[in-house]
Every structure is written in C-alpha cells, then in structure tokens.
C-alpha cells in the first residue's frame, strides 16, 4: 500500500468513526438532564397571514407535566388556559403510558362542569385550534422512530446535526421528520414535518434556550403550517422545576379544581 | 376589655395573613342582549344574567366558591341578586368533599341528562349550556376516586323544586299563575349515590337518587257539589316521590364517540298528611305509582377542521301506571277519569315531547374569532321542530357579539303541542359578551 492510499484509509476511517449516527444524536438529546416535574406558563399566539396582512390572537395556558420511570407511564400532561377569559378554567389531563399506542385523555370544560374522556385517537388533530396536535404535546419515545444522519446546516444561527426520523409503526400522522440538533449543546432548534406524501407541511423553529440550574428550556418556539400559511407560537412566561408534584395533580379531580 | 381587645386583633391578623396567603381568583361575564319576537318585531321580556361572577379562594387543599348572578329584565327595569352557589370544597389525597349551595353535574351526555336530578331546573333559562339552566342546592358531597373507580355520594337536606315561568305572556308554556301547593313535600331528604369505573377505553356509571319531583302533580281534589249549582273540582297539588336508577357510558367507535345513558323513574304520589279535625269530606285523593323511563344516545364526530358534530335523541316512555281515586274520609275508591301523567323529573325536553332528535354542531374560525354554532330539534312522536342558529364575532379578546335566531314550527291543527305553542317565541337575539 502506496503512502496516498494508507493516508485516504486514515481520513476514511476515522471520518466513519468520528461522524455520530442519527440515533446516537438524538439518544444524546434524549440524555439531557430533565427536570421531574415541571410547570410553565406561556403564551400561545396564534397568527394568519392574508394579503400580507398578520393578524394575531393570544391565549394564556399553563402546563404541568410530570415524567415517570414506574414502568406504567411515561409521563402525565396537565394544560389549563387562563386567557382568553372566556375559556378560563378549561382544562386538559395527558396520561402518556409507556407500550401504548394511544394515550388516555380528558378535557375540562367549566360550563359544563365535567370531566369528558376524549377519544385517544384524535392524536393527530389539532389541539384547541392551534398548529400543535395533540401529538405534538407528547414527547416520542426514542425506540419509535428510525433514525437515519443526514449531514449537518445552519438552523437559527446554531451548527446543527441534521437527523431523518421515521416511524416504524403506522397510524402517525406524518411520514417523517427531520430534526436539527444544535451540535453544541445537543438541543432540539428545528424539525421539519413531511405528510406521507413526501411533502413538507409544517415546521417548529425553537430559537431560543435559556440553561435554568441543570436544565435546558425552550423559551420560544414557532410551529408554521405551510398549507394555511398559519403559524402558533408559544412564549414562556414562567418556569418552574422539580416542586415534587404528586401523583393526584394529574387527575380528574384536580383537573376540575380550576 | 383590653385583653378582649388584643384577641380581636390577633385574631384579625390572623385573618387578614390567612387571606394575604391564599389565593383568590374570579371570572366574570356581562352579557346584555335583546330578544326580537319574529312574528311582529315585539320585543320580549324575560328576566336573564345580566352579570355572573364566580370567585374562588383557595388555600391548600380547601376552596371556597361563589358563583352568583344579577338578574335583570328590561320591561320593569327590575334588578335581582342571585348567589346560585356557595360551597366550601375540601380536596385531600382520596377524593373531594363539598358542602354548601351546589350545583352537581352527573351523567356523560351533554346537556341532557335523564340520570342527573340532583338539582332543580330553571327554566327561564332552558336553553342555557350546561350548568346555567339548573339551580343550586344545599347539599353535602363526597367523592372517593379509587384505581378506575370513582364513587360519589350526595345527600340533600333541603327541597328545591324548579323555577317555572308562570304569568309570563312572552313565554308560551307559562302558567298563567302559580299554583297553589296544597301539599309541601313532607320528608325534604334527598340522597344520591353513582359509581363510575373505567373498562379499557370505556366509561361506565352507576347512579340511584331518591328525591321529591321537581315539579308538582295532582295529590287531591276537592269535590263541591251544591244543590242548583254546577259541581266544582278544585285540583290539590303536591310532589310525588321518585326513585331513579341511572346508569351511563362513554366508548368510542372509530372516530365516533358515543355517550349514552338511561335512567328508570319509579314515582309515587305520597300518603297525604291531613289535620284530623279538618279534612274535608269533599276531598278525594289521587294515588298513583309509575314507572318511566328516559334516555339519551348522543354520537360525536370531530372534523379534521375541529367542527363538533352531535346527535341526540332523547326519550321519554311511561311504563307501569297504577293510580286509584278514593275518599279521603271513608277511603272509598272513587270513579274519577285519570289525568294524564306528566314525569316531574329528568330531562326537561322531555316536556317538549315523548321522543326528539337533536343535531347541534359548533365550530370557530379565524383564530377563535367566529364562532358558529347551529342545532335542530325534530319532534318525533307528534309534528314540531325547532331550529336554532348562532354567530359570534370577538374583533377584541374578551369581547363577543351575538347574532343568534331560534324559530319553533308546530302543528296548526294541534295546538295543545308544545312546538306550537312556543311558534310564537321564535326570535332573534343580539347580544354582547364580555368576560373578565
């Protein structure tokens, strides 16, 4: 072996062991150092655009969520609106069960005054007529998707590894995803939603994390619907983490506690 | 008289730290409107909330809740106040406990609901969503919440009947006056008990109420026969007893939801209590003991634009009837014709008629700013419909205008119908909501 051959093995070689998978990439993501429990409150704008004219409207929610390791769930969701005044009170429990294709969920409506079991599979949907559905709100086991490295770009002025997600089973409500993870510090900043279709439709752009204690938060992310030229944007307000929140926060009973 | 004095301090400041550490909070709603009859433009004149104001106090696991009115009506320029609950809600690990002015909320359809009788119903205020067209009641609750399994129990010490609309011209199933209630319900005692338990996806309850009808019925009548005279019957009214067996589920079908729940009435006219020395030898009492049923099968589908499509039908079938005349005095049974039987209890659109189909949907658009809504009722024992229309607008957050129209079609040949006799109620409402 010539000199330029055992040189081009080198730099093959240690390309290929030095470049990280997709799923080591997002598994390093998935590692970060969470919180148990967390409570936020943000703000929810949703914004059209017609005639190049943008018209807004805020909603004000909080959201408590709690991960488990218990084996039975993965975590427990708990969102309630403070704004518009209108809706005050209205509340939604999330129980995110570890193996199960479907979550349980319900829904608070004051005026009513009773807790409505809300058919699981409306996942996909659009949760309170934002751009999120519902699925969107849970977070996606590390084990459902197949992870595939697809080079690396620039998103919201971070160097970021470009990663190809796709689900192994059906019944999601895209084909793929690809998500960009900031190099550095190994955060989420953007993922791009492709319909089975091949076609793009939506995208999240987080341009901003504030690092609390150990924790790294999103302040503000901004998912686009492409196809109505609508977008959502969530802005915190406030965070709190670890206040040991028990397990009956996640409740029907405190969910009609408002 | 100064140690008296510290005391009252400490205790004030005790006070006024214990509120600086609780939390109070409060969401209010203005809603005035006008009502424009179709026929002929009138205006009609029926008292409605003006204000609602729900305020809570929370500290720890105890919440105190108001939740009160002002209700006001334009011909009289007459303002009422109407504090529709107070309670004090004490939430430990196992379960909740409530105590005061209430307003409970049982059953899994949506604002029909033949298994919840606990409170009385306002009818001034039927065609309100959800908790705003019942009235509040004193009462004690618990519920125990148990792996899948809730169990609740409610006792009610004291009787509320509904509130009807008697005299009003402008509301065409009013009484033209209030009835006299010869026979106030004796044993005010009312108790309640429901079990709901979760079966996969699926939800299922249990639910038995013993209480007193909510609206009156015929106990007596009082037969003055005098020579050369036409004979006269007096009616006596009181308030039958009932017993109801609920039960309700929640399970989805595809991407239907099906809601659906029946209850069993067993009502039975009470034993009279009479003054000894003063009954009556012209007083025959009516006894009769029936069982009736009610139910509601509701199917929902959500579109993929978040439209809310519903379909109701709800109905109401007598089975058993025993009832017998008889002397109050010899206790003599008596031929008398049988009146017709009115349930006193359960869904009040089952005064409407023995069976009805109801299809509402709702929807909002631009960004929560349109919101429209729409629902039909089909009468489908006897000839009647009822179509009801809204649009909302909200141009500022907090801010709503309405543009609401309600048209009643009946039966020119039966006007005795209910659906006829509300042709004349049909009409348009504008209103402004604002929430704070």
């Known amino acids: 072996m010539g000199r330029k051959s055992q040189i081009l093995l080198f730099l093959v070689t240690n390309l290929m062991w030095g470049q990280p998978t997709g799923r080591s990439i997002i598994e390093k993501m998935d590692q970060l150092k969470q919180p148990i429990d967390v409570k936020i409150l943000f703000k929810m704008t949703l914004i059209s655009t017609k005639n190049g004219k943008e018209r807004s409207r805020s909603r004000e929610l909080t959201r408590i969520e709690k991960k488990y390791e218990d084996g039975t769930f993965k975590s427990k969701l708990l969102l309630r609106f403070s704004q518009p005044k209108e809706i005050t009170g209205t509340g939604f429990l999330m129980w995110d069960r570890i193996g199960s294709d479907t979550d349980d969920q319900w829904l608070f409506i004051p005026k009513l005054r009773k807790v409505k079991r809300i058919r699981p599979n409306e996942k996909n949907r659009s949760f309170m007529g934002t751009d999120f559905s519902y699925e969107d709100l849970s977070e996606r086991d590390i084990n459902d998707d197949i992870y595939e490295m697809n080079g690396e770009e620039i998103s919201n002025g971070t160097i970021c590894y470009k990663v190809i997600a796709k689900p192994k089973k059906k019944g999601v409500q895209y084909g793929s995803r690809i998500i960009w993870v900031d190099k550095q510090n190994s955060l989420m900043k953007r993922v791009e939603f492709i319909n089975k279709k091949g076609e793009l439709y939506k995208i999240l752009d987080i341009p901003e994390h504030v690092k609390n204690r150990d924790y790294w938060t999103a302040t503000k992310m901004i998912m686009k619907n492409l196809k109505n030229n609508h977008r959502t944007e969530l802005t915190m307000l406030n965070i709190e983490y670890d206040l040991g929140l028990k397990d009956n926060v996640f409740t029907e009973r405190f969910l009609k506690r408002n | ?436």
């Open chain 2, 1 to 436: 008289m100064n140690k008296s004095l510290k005391k009252i301090k400490i205790l004030l400041i005790l006070i006024i730290l214990s509120v600086a550490s609780a939390q109070i909070n409060y969401t209010g709603e203005i809603n005035p409107f006008i009502m424009t009859r179709t026929a002929d433009q009138s205006q009609i004149n029926l008292p409605f909330r003006l204000l609602s104001l729900d305020v809570g106090y929370s500290k720890g696991p105890l919440d105190l809740k108001t939740v009160s009115a002002l209700e006001h009506r334009y011909n009289t320029s007459e303002s009422v106040y109407d504090l529709r609950e107070i309670y004090l809600a004490y939430y430990p690990d196992w379960g909740e406990v409530k105590l005061g002015k209430q307003i409970h909320a049982w059953g899994s359809a949506d604002g029909n609901n033949p298994t919840d009788n606990l409170n009385p119903y306002d009818y001034y205020y039927l065609f309100k969503l959800g908790v705003g067209k019942k009235i509040g009641v004193w009462s004690i609750s618990t519920k125990l919440y148990y792996g899948d399994y809730q169990i609740e129990g409610v006792i009610t010490p004291k009787y509320e009947k509904n509130r009807m609309p008697y005299g009003e011209k402008d509301f065409p199933l009013a009484l033209a006056e209030q009835p006299k209630i010869e026979y106030p319900v004796d044993d005010e005692l009312e108790f309640g008990f429901r079990v709901q338990t979760t079966i996969g996806e699926n939800d299922l309850g249990f639910s038995i109420f013993r209480g007193n009808d909510r609206s009156p019925s015929l106990a007596a009548i009082n037969y003055i026969d005098i020579q050369g005279q036409k004979p006269q019957m007096i009616p006596q009214l009181g308030y039958r007893t009932t017993t109801v067996f609920g039960l309700d589920f929640v399970t989805f079908f595809g991407d239907f939801t099906i809601r659906a729940e029946g209850a069993i009435f067993q009502t039975k006219t009470p034993m009279i209590k009479l003054n000894l020395f003063k009954i009556p030898t012209s007083l025959y009492e009516f006894q009769e003991e029936v069982t009736y049923s009610q139910y509601v099968f509701q199917i929902e589908y959500t579109t993929s634009s978040d439209i809310l499509i519903t379909a109701q039908l709800i109905g109401n079938q007598v089975g058993s009837n025993s009832n017998e005349w008889y002397h109050s005095l010899s206790r003599e049974l008596i031929e008398f014709p049988n009146p017709e039987f009115h349930p006193g209890m359960g869904t009040p659109f089952a005064m409407f008629s023995d069976q009805v189909l109801l299809f509402s949907s709702s929807g909002v658009l631009m960004d929560d700013r349109l919101e429209l809504k729409g629902s039909a009722m089909l009468n489908l024992d006897k000839k009647g419909t009822m179509i009801n229309a809204s649009i909302g607008y909200s141009p500022w957050i907090n801010w709503k205008f309405e543009l609401a129209f309600i048209q009643f079609s009946g039966d020119n040949n039966d006007p005795e119908n209910a659906f006829t006799k509300m042709e004349n109620f049909s009409h348009t409402r504008l209103g402004l909501f604002y929430n704070f």
